[in-house]
């Protein structure tokens, strides 16, 4: 079995949201779906993807935008962390209010917590819990592929001067990808793919 992995790339600030799902029984998942919700519509519709589940990095507003269109026109059930529940339920704290329409907010319908595995056909997606930009932040690890939404991006990392985000654990948690093998590859929130490997030896908030 091999894993399909489509990027989308949406809204105003360049959200990556993936579509992923398991090449024989084409059942799969959606990762953060930010916004444009026709635009991913499309890559799971040209691929011919069944979309078990929608899976949430964090509940930022710019990761969570076309949940309700998704969930609608797929009939797949949304899974986060509960401590992210701050943010995905109130508009006033995920940044909808502040940067986006206002209107973005979404309730979980299953709560999924570190070292949970979520399987769609005979994909298997790992959770990592990895609190820093926001304290419910997930990874994702399924075979050498890792959705790492805000908390790794290449050469950087996720912010943690917001309301609840916390340095600190941000560090820990760094700690916990870069016990990841070197050629694991890496599919951050925004903007470029990298792997474990090059952040391990470049990414300057990498302590080594
Ligand atoms: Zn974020
Ligand atoms: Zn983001």
């Given amino acids: 079995m091999n894993i399909i992995v489509k990027c989308v790339v949406v809204g105003a600030i360049e959200t990556n949201c993936f579509v992923a799902a398991d090449s024989e029984t084409l059942e799969g998942v959606v990762i953060d779906p930010g916004e444009e919700a026709g635009k991913i519509l499309r890559v799971i519709d040209e691929n011919k993807i069944k979309v078990k589940y929608i899976i949430l990095t964090h509940g930022h507003y710019d990761h969570i935008g076309a949940v309700e269109e998704i969930k609608i ?87 943690t001067d917001f309301p609840h985000a916390n340095h600190e654990e941000m560090l820990k948690s760094l700690e916990k990808l870069m016990k990841l093998d070197d050629d694991v590859r890496v599919y951050p929130g925004h903007g470029e793919m990298t792997t474990i490997g090059f952040e391990r030896r470049k990414n300057p908030f990498i302590e080594r």
């Fill in 73 to 159: 026109k797929t009939g797949a059930k949304l899974l986060a962390h509960k401590e992210d529940n701050i943010f995905m339920e109130h508009p006033e704290l995920n940044g909808s209010s502040l940067f986006g329409d206002g209107t973005d907010k979404v309730s979980a319908d299953k709560y999924i917590a570190g070292d949970d595995i979520i399987r769609a056909g005979k994909m298997e997606l790992k959770v990592i819990h990895t609190p820093g930009h926001t304290p419910g932040g997930i990874c994702l690890l399924t075979g050498k592929h890792l959705f790492s939404g805000d908390t790794l991006f290449y050469g950087s990392i996720g912010r």
